[in-house]
């Protein structure tokens, strides 16, 4: 009887424990609005990326310029000035060598024309190359020995850079000075007048002309155009006279 009774409890229990019967699954709810719900499988699927290119190797260096390249390079904006030419510089006479005692022969054909000049015009020969002047009574040969250079030159005076009057004006200072240190035999640089209206050596004439006016002729016993070494046509050879010294009466 006990056995029927613990029978009955078992199968009374078994039926109790029977589980349910599952629920049906509940269907799958999705969004309103995924616009990137295919973006995954699209990436999974999609080919692997492309390798990034190579980089370029580097330009060889351009080779440094050299100066001239520099120079042209600083020069190319360069632009000439406009202006007038510039005249090219007159050559400078060439500066005498200087001798303080004539020769002795010299000095007597000059003390001779010191004795025999006299009063009167100065025998006066001028052309645009050569000019020479005398007083009356100094004989060729004194005149030719001058030319050829035969006396020596004791002092001279350069007038480039003087006007007309302030010339003339140191002209006559100079042989004044030169006779009163008992110089014989001077030279007057004047030029060659390349820088005078139509080229006419203006101060080389006017020279000539003051040479033989009053106020120097006696002074001056003869003048003429010098060698090419000591200036040629841009330059005189004066000859003086002798002076005797203060207190002496007048010139020799």
């Not at 616009?35 to 060889?60: D, R, V």
């Not at 050596?201 to 002074?219: F, I, M």
């Not at 003869?222 to 207190?247: E, H, Q």
Request: glycine share 10%; charged share 25%; with cysteine.
């Amino acid at each position: 009887m006990a056995a029927s009774r613990a029978g009955r409890y078992h199968g009374a229990m078994a039926k109790k424990k029977k589980s349910p019967p599952p629920k049906p699954a509940a269907p799958k709810q999705t969004p309103f609005h995924a616009p990137f719900a295919g973006l995954k499988g699209a990436l999974t699927q999609a080919a692997p990326p492309a390798p990034p290119p190579q980089p370029a190797p580097p330009p060889e260096p351009e080779p440094e310029p050299g100066e001239e390249d520099l120079f042209a390079q600083a020069m190319a904006a360069v632009r000439p000035l406009a202006c007038k030419p510039v005249l090219e510089p007159q050559p400078e006479a060439p500066r005498p060598r200087l001798v303080q005692a004539p020769s002795e022969d010299l000095e007597v054909l000059a003390q001779l024309a010191d004795l025999v000049s006299g009063g009167g015009e100065f025998d006066l020969r001028f052309s645009d190359e050569y000019v020479r002047g005398a007083r009356p009574g100094v004989g060729p040969e004194l005149c030719e020995r001058l030319a050829r250079g035969e006396f020596p030159v004791q002092d001279y005076l350069d007038l480039h850079g003087l006007g007309h009057d302030e010339a003339l004006a140191a002209v006559e200072d100079f042989l004044v000075q030169s006779i009163a240190k008992g110089l014989r035999h001077v030279l007057i640089v004047h030029g060659r007048g390349a820088g005078s209206p139509n080229g006419v050596p203006v101060l080389k004439n006017a020279l000539a002309q003051r040479l033989t006016h009053k106020r120097l002729q006696k002074r001056v016993l003869a003048f003429c155009t010098a060698r090419a070494v000591d200036g040629g046509v841009g330059a005189m050879y004066v000859l003086l006279r002798k002076w005797r010294g203060p207190g002496a009466p007048g010139w020799a």
